[in-house]
């Protein structure tokens, strides 16, 4: 399941639809924080591709935010269960 249009507006207005590292509007792209490896597509459907782990990243080659960030913070494991969760309440 790809981001929803709706989805890649929200994080991209959120931002300014600017590189949230660096504030480049140029070569913007979306980038996971929690990587969308398959294992984490089957424990986090839903957190996944949603806005709270998606962030505008340029991908310029003089900052190539999207490349540095892998080494910054990460999202936890627990936040995308407690996501899940509180989706889940909303369906009962």
């Given at each position: 399941?790809?981001?929803?249009?709706?989805t890649?507006?929200?994080?991209?207005?959120?931002?300014?639809?600017?590189?949230?590292?660096?504030?480049?509007?140029?070569?913007?792209?979306?980038?996971?924080?929690?990587?969308?490896?398959?294992?984490?597509?089957?424990?986090?459907?839903?957190?996944?591709?949603?806005?709270?782990?998606?962030?505008?990243?340029?991908?310029?080659?003089?900052?190539?935010?999207?490349?540095?960030?892998?080494?910054?913070?990460?999202?936890?494991?627990?936040?995308a269960?407690?996501?899940?969760?509180?989706?889940?309440?909303?369906?009962?």
């Amino acid at each position: 399941m790809p981001v929803s249009k709706e989805t890649y507006e929200t994080v991209m207005s959120k931002y300014g639809y600017c590189c949230a590292m660096c504030g480049s509007n140029q070569n913007i792209e979306l980038h996971h924080k929690m990587s969308k490896s398959k294992n984490n597509i089957k424990k986090y459907p839903n957190f996944i591709h949603s806005e709270y782990n998606l962030i505008p990243l340029c991908g310029s080659l003089s900052n190539n935010c999207h490349l540095r960030y892998k080494h910054i913070l990460k999202i936890r494991d627990l936040e995308a269960q407690e996501f899940e969760e509180e989706l889940s309440k909303g369906k009962e």
